[in-house]
Nanobody
Framework: QVQLVESGGGSVQGGGSLRLSCAAS????????MGWFRQAPGKEREGVAV???????RYADSVLGRFTISKDNAKSTLYLQMNSLKPEDTAMYYC????????????????????WGQGTQVTVSS
């Protein structure tokens, strides 16, 4: 059974940084295809970044150049380094994974993901 547990959220002033972590258990094959999503109050969940087993990545335009997705296979942990944070980055951030055996198309569509964490809150003040 795949379990994803996020941590690292918090409150920060605009321009600051945070690093989110997602500990994955039961998910193998070099952490096949994983992503970070976020959902602000009253808004739909949106994809932020995706990484596959080869460490190729894709980012949403809104975070390109500010956020970096990475992973440590030995620790079964996914990361999201967030720099130059803006108030509009305020949201609940979720870690997600595509089931092993399904292709990784670097999708930022949450409907393509099978496993989800519970989320960690990020609040950026102006």
């Amino acid at each position: 059974q795949v379990q994803l547990v996020e941590s690292g959220g918090g409150s920060v002033q605009g321009g600051g940084s945070l690093r989110l972590s997602c500990a994955a258990s039961g998910y193998t094959y070099s952490m096949h295809c994983m992503g970070w999503f976020r959902q602000a109050p009253g808004k739909e969940r949106e994809g932020v970044a995706v990484i596959d087993s080869t460490t190729s990545t894709r980012y949403a335009d809104s975070v390109l150049g500010r956020f970096t997705i990475s992973k440590d296979n030995a620790k079964s942990t996914l990361y999201l380094q967030m720099n130059s944070l803006k108030p509009e980055d305020t949201a609940m951030y979720y870690c997600a994974a595509i089931r092993v055996g399904f292709p990784c198309y670097f999708s930022l569509d949450n409907n393509d993901y099978h496993h989800w964490g519970q989320g960690t809150q990020v609040t950026v003040s102006s």
